[in-house]
């Protein structure tokens, strides 16, 4: 089974600095989905950024940019020039890539960080 | 542009009763997910459907739970006798492919308190 790990529970940044949120997890698959997913206090869950394993390059979303090391099975998520609206909780996310007859791939989260933007 | 929507919002019930959580998903996609999330956790999978049929369904989803599309339009989670662990935020999501690149919509959620 697969697993996701994001072991800080609480980040804090500066508004507009930088900030990188870590992401790791096990999975003996080779060809899946790794997305980062934004929860603000209204609890809706917003897809921020995604990732296809068969891809090299890191995906970029405007201010959101991801590191993906395959090989060391992190995805870290990276916030440049913060913004007070950044701040939520943040999950990380897995998604198999492997196609079932008659069924789509469930999401497997992480536990979430949450971020708080300083003004 | 689109979106899932849920109802209740906000959902109080007593342990031991039926209660019904309602989702609209996205109107041409195909398969829907019911996830949950106990406050201050992590958000776990319950079950996906597809065709009508339950795709796939974790270990949390027993007896007590189930799921209807009685529609073309709305997709239900039923839980027949809630308990006190049940009190969580429920979130309905659908996509449209189950190929490449498919996403998956979240709905705002229904906040479920069993007292």
């Known amino acids: 089974a697969q697993t996701v790990t994001q072991s800080q529970p609480e980040m804090s940044v500066q508004e507009a600095e930088t900030v990188t949120l870590s992401c790791t997890y096990d999975t003996s698959e080779s060809d899946y989905y790794l997305f980062w997913y934004k929860q603000p206090p209204s609890r809706q869950m917003i897809l921020v950024i995604r990732?296809?394993?068969?891809?090299?390059q890191n995906a970029t979303e405007n201010r959101f940019s991801v590191n993906f090391q395959k090989a060391a099975k992190s995805f870290s998520l990276k916030i440049s020039d913060s913004q007070l609206g950044d701040a939520a909780m943040y999950f990380c996310?897995?998604?198999?890539?492997?196609?079932?007859?008659?069924?789509?791939?469930?999401?497997?989260f992480g536990k979430g960080i949450t971020l708080s933007v300083r003004p | 542009e689109p979106e899932v929507t849920q109802t209740p919002s906000h959902q109080v019930t007593q342990m031991g009763q039926e209660v019904i959580l309602r989702c609209v998903p996205i109107?041409?996609?195909?398969?829907f997910y019911w996830y949950r999330q106990i406050l201050g956790q992590k958000v776990e999978f319950l079950v996906s459907f597809y065709n009508n049929e339950i795709s796939e369904k974790s270990e949390i989803f027993d007896d007590q739970f189930s799921v209807e599309r009685p529609d073309g339009s709305n997709f239900t989670l039923k839980i027949r006798s809630t308990k006190l662990e049940d009190s969580a935020m429920y979130f309905c999501?659908?996509?449209?492919?189950?190929?490449?690149?498919?996403?998956?919509?979240f709905g705002p959620g229904t906040r479920l308190t069993v007292l």
């Open positions: 996310a897995y998604r198999s890539a492997r196609l079932v007859v008659g069924a789509n791939s469930k999401l497997t």
């Open positions: 999501a659908s996509s449209d492919e189950r190929g490449r690149n498919n996403e998956q919509f």
């Open positions: 109107s041409n996609h195909l398969y």
């Open positions: 990732q296809e394993a068969y891809k090299q």
